[in-house]
């Protein structure tokens, strides 16, 4: 199991752009990002391994996940970000699967950074 630590996040205005980092306290083999908003459900965001990357429908074309394994970071950059981009973003982290942007199958957890975009 790791430790999760986000940074970034913050307001911007539509059409704007965002970067999100996540750090773990040692390697994992996948690491991901999930979002909920208000009253909706947590939703699948992105995630990476060494086998791959996977996107949700609703961010395919304008996030962009990257990780660095050397740091045990992932981040995410958000551009260009819609309203509807507004929510919570959690880091994720699962020691042996990915590809699979359910929450269930991702052990390890932040606690959270807030991303608000204004229209």
């Known amino acids: 199991r790791v430790q999760l630590v986000e940074s970034g996040g913050g307001s911007v205005q539509a059409g704007g752009s965002l970067s999100l980092s996540c750090a773990a306290s040692?390697?994992?083999?996948?690491m991901g990002w999930f979002r909920q908003a208000p009253g909706k459900e947590r939703e699948g965001v992105a995630a990476i391994s060494r086998r791959g990357v996977y996107y949700g429908d609703s961010v395919k074309g304008r996030f962009t996940i990257s990780r660095d394994n050397a740091n045990n970071t992932v981040y995410l950059q958000m551009n260009p970000l819609k309203p509807e981009d507004s929510a919570v973003y959690y880091c994720?982290?699962?020691?042996?699967?990915?590809?699979?942007?359910?929450?269930?199958?991702?052990?390890?957890w932040g606690l959270g950074t807030q991303v608000t975009v204004s229209s």
């Open positions: 040692g390697y994992t083999y996948c």
């Open positions: 994720a982290a699962d020691s042996w699967r990915c590809g699979s942007l359910v929450d269930a199958n991702f052990a390890d």
